[in-house]
């Protein structure tokens, strides 16, 4: 870990935060602040994303490493300290948190809201289309009972076991990155054996609450948000204060976001209980995981799984053989809501997904950014937002164990030791995480391919 003063020295920024008596500096309001492009074109823009949004792999993290490299150091439209600025609220409020720092900056840039829905476009519209193009051919499939032939589903059995090691990388990041107590792991453990227990769309959320509530009235310490950072070659950049820019522009819509959000779920709610269509109650249900990610896409993949299995809309299989294929493409990760619509209900369903799970991203985003300087400091708000971030960081691990038991539910010992195998290679070799998700249903092919062949065994359970 850098020291504050290597942190100072190669990463300049101008902190409202004192590094030696960690108090609050009046004087840094007389600062002058950022260096922010505010013309930058919608289509200008959108090119910009959209090569993000075919090139980026590898989880949430690198994606959004992808944004910084392009954005402060490349093009430099945004400084540093804007960055990390905006990078730490989308950590700290509901949403996918790469679509969330896309769409900010699209807007800021532009100075416009339609930049941040060309920013989202760009990022997401690529992957989103593989995966709903994918659900919708698996969902023909299973209509015409056609059967996937034996090697392409002893590759998606590789894919989904090398993407076990994907989650629960996925998970340790997101435990080093907020400096886990004692107390945090319980959180964490208990949440992740009630989840396991109780996989219920209700149970999860107030396990989210609670999880809150928790950590709001144990802890007398202040959990800022920056517990979450941009890791720039291994070295934390230190939370800057709340850019006077970034209030300014990033109120596009504020108040009306947020009653906008509001009056999306009350009129789903109603239409719910008074058209009972299966258009509306995916609609809903999309709209309830766009709207309790917290901390990263790998969150959202508990909720989903949790929310569409219980509707009898995908089976645990089918999902995670999706999310299987998802690590190797590029996009967010939760664009594996997409190739569940799509299985759901087709071209239609693949539509509907896209847009209720990231409406909400949209409005949180534009609706917080104008009021999110006057709260952030709020101890209560920040340990609430902890205490939930960790019962979602349990989720993620129980989705480790789900995986792994769906995985090798037909050979645990292969399975494993594919899990164990794409371990070593991410987090040793640090192999890109696509490259190792295909090497699993690579070595699992040739594993099944040496047995028939120079073995004579020809009954394999996968097949």
């Known amino acids: 870990m850098a020291t504050q003063e290597q942190l100072t020295t190669e990463y300049p920024v101008k902190s409202r935060y004192n590094a030696d008596e960690n108090q609050i500096d009046e004087?840094?309001?007389?600062?002058?602040?950022?260096?922010?492009?505010?013309?930058?074109?919608?289509?200008?823009?959108?090119?910009?994303?959209?090569?993000?949004?075919?090139?980026?792999?590898?989880?949430?993290?690198?994606?959004v490493e992808d944004l910084q490299k392009i954005f402060v150091d490349d093009l430099k439209w945004v400084n540093e300290e804007l960055f990390t600025e905006i990078f730490t609220i989308c950590?700290?409020?509901?949403?996918?948190?790469?679509?969330?720092?896309?769409?900010?900056?699209?807007?800021?840039?532009?100075?416009?809201?339609?930049?941040g829905v060309f920013a989202f476009i760009g990022l997401t519209l690529p992957g989103a289309l593989i995966m709903g193009l994918f659900g919708c051919i698996y969902r023909i499939l299973q209509l015409n009972q056609l059967v996937v032939p034996c090697l392409g589903k002893l590759a998606l059995h590789g894919f989904a076991s090398a993407s076990v090691s994907v989650v629960?990388?996925?998970?340790?990041?997101?435990c080093t990155q907020m400096k886990v107590s004692?107390?945090?792991?319980?959180i964490i453990g208990s949440s992740l054996v009630l989840y396991i227990l109780y996989q219920s769309p209700i149970f999860m959320l107030a396990l989210m609450i609670i999880g809150g509530f928790i950590m709001q009235m144990s802890q007398k310490e202040d959990y800022r948000t920056s517990v979450s950072v941009v890791s720039r070659d291994s070295i934390q950049i230190a939370e800057p204060r709340f850019s006077r820019v970034l209030q300014e522009q990033g109120g596009v819509f504020g108040k009306n976001s947020l009653y906008a959000y509001i009056i999306i779920l009350a009129v789903l709610l109603i239409l719910r209980i008074s058209l009972k269509t299966k258009d509306v109650e995916a609609a809903i249900s999309f709209y309830y995981v766009g709207s309790l990610l917290m901390g990263g896409g790998h969150v959202g993949i508990p909720l989903l799984f949790t929310e569409f299995t219980a509707l009898n809309l995908i089976t645990s299989?089918?999902?995670?053989?999706?999310?299987?294929?998802?690590?190797?493409?590029?996009?967010?990760?939760?664009n594996i809501a997409v190739y569940v619509g799509g299985f759901a209900d087709g071209f239609k369903g693949a539509f509907i997904a896209y847009i209720f799970l990231y409406l909400?991203?949209?409005?949180?985003?534009?609706?917080?950014?104008?009021?999110?300087?006057?709260?952030?400091?709020?101890?209560?708000?920040?340990?609430?937002?902890?205490?939930?971030?960790?019962v979602s960081i349990g989720f993620v691990f129980a989705t480790t164990y789900i995986l792994w038991r769906n995985a090798g539910q037909d050979d645990?010992?292969?399975?494993?030791?594919?899990v164990v195998i794409s371990f070593v290679l991410l987090n040793i070799y640090e192999l890109p995480a696509p490259f190792v998700v295909l090497l699993g249903g690579v070595l699992m092919v040739v594993r099944y391919m040496t047995l028939r062949n120079y073995r004579g065994v020809e009954d394999y359970s996968t097949c």
Request: net charge neutral.
């Open 317 to 334: 299989d089918i999902f995670f053989n999706g999310f299987s294929v998802n690590n190797m493409i590029p996009g967010p990760i939760m």
């Open 27 to 63: 004087q840094a309001d007389e600062i002058e602040l950022i260096d922010l492009k505010t013309d930058a074109g919608y289509f200008e823009t959108l090119k910009i994303m959209l090569n993000v949004g075919c090139k980026s792999f590898g989880g949430p993290m690198n994606q």
């Open 182 to 186: 004692w107390q945090d792991t319980f």
């Open 412 to 418: 645990v010992v292969t399975s494993s030791l594919l």
């Open 360 to 390: 909400p991203t949209f409005l949180f985003i534009w609706g917080v950014l104008p009021y999110w300087h006057s709260h952030r400091k709020d101890p209560n708000i920040n340990n609430f937002i902890r205490g939930a971030s960790l």
């Open 168 to 174: 629960f990388q996925a998970a340790w990041k997101f």
């Open 91 to 115: 950590c700290g409020i509901p949403g996918s948190v790469i679509t969330q720092v896309a769409i900010a900056i699209g807007s800021l840039v532009t100075n416009n809201w339609k930049g």
